[in-house]
């Protein structure tokens, strides 16, 4: 991993730089299809429109959309493979909202894991104003922030851990804010 000229820009890269909406064709094509209010950059005119609540008596359900690389396009650390997942709200097939998105990094032995979640825990130390790493069992979970920068990437959150059906290889889970029950689930499972 290469050094990082900030927070931000180290997040935005680790995160397929969706939100700068300048991310890949192959990324850019999955969110066309799955989230496509995040796939082109909206116009400089627009913007959030307020509506009072309604009560709507049709029920949302969470549905997970994946897509998985060979190769992360923006930064290599030894991963065997590296797949984005989205969790949002959808109602009648149509997305109402999105509840977190992640990158899932995989590797083929717990000491590639390790070492790059070591190097993540560096180059966030040197850009962050705050930090809490912790061990839960055999899980290892990081949460740096940087107030000082900007507010869409203050915060960042990466869990080690054993993947769920192959004993031998492990993952980290990266995100801005991870679904509490998700970063439960990981967490604190012994």
Same mark, same amino acid.
């Given at each position: 991993?290469?050094?990082?000229?900030?927070?931000?820009?180290?997040?935005?890269?680790?995160?397929?730089?969706?939100?700068?909406?300048?991310?890949?064709?192959?990324?850019?094509?999955?969110?066309?299809?799955?989230?496509?209010?995040?796939?082109?950059?909206?116009?400089?005119?627009?913007?959030?429109?307020?509506?009072?609540?309604?009560?709507?008596?049709?029920?949302?359900?969470?549905?997970?959309?994946?897509?998985?690389?060979?190769?992360?396009?923006?930064?290599?650390?030894?991963?065997?493979?590296?797949?984005?997942?989205?969790?949002?709200?959808?109602?009648?097939?149509?997305?109402?909202?999105?509840?977190?998105?992640?990158?899932?990094?995989?590797?083929?032995?717990?000491?590639?894991?390790?070492?790059?979640?070591?190097?993540?825990?560096?180059?966030?130390?040197?850009?962050?104003?705050?930090?809490?790493?912790?061990?839960?069992?055999?899980?290892?979970?990081?949460?740096?922030?940087?107030?000082?920068?900007?507010?869409?990437?203050?915060?960042?959150?990466?869990?080690?851990?054993?993947?769920?059906?192959?004993?031998?290889?492990?993952?980290?889970?990266?995100? /801005?804010?991870?679904?509490? /029950?998700?970063?439960?689930?990981?967490?604190?499972?012994?």
């Amino acid at each position: 991993m290469e050094q990082a000229k900030s927070f931000y820009s180290l997040t935005n890269d680790i995160l397929l730089r969706i939100n700068t909406y300048e991310t890949d064709s192959l990324t850019k094509s999955f969110l066309k299809n799955y989230v496509p209010f995040l796939a082109e950059k909206p116009d400089q005119n627009s913007g959030w429109t307020a509506h009072p609540p309604v009560e709507d008596i049709i029920p949302t359900y969470t549905v997970r959309h994946s897509i998985e690389f060979l190769k992360h396009p923006f930064i290599d650390f030894g991963t065997s493979k590296c797949r984005l997942e989205f969790l949002t709200n959808e109602r009648n097939n149509q997305i109402s909202g999105i509840q977190t998105y992640f990158i899932t990094f995989l590797f083929d032995s717990k000491q590639k894991a390790i070492n790059s979640f070591d190097t993540f825990c560096k180059e966030y130390d040197k850009l962050s104003d705050s930090k809490n790493v912790t061990k839960k069992g055999d899980k290892q979970i990081a949460i740096f922030k940087n107030t000082k920068g900007e507010n869409l990437f203050e915060r960042v959150e990466f869990i080690l851990t054993q993947d769920d059906l192959y004993d031998t290889k492990y993952k980290i889970i990266f995100g /801005q804010i991870l679904d509490t /029950q998700f970063e439960d689930y990981y967490s604190s499972q012994q």
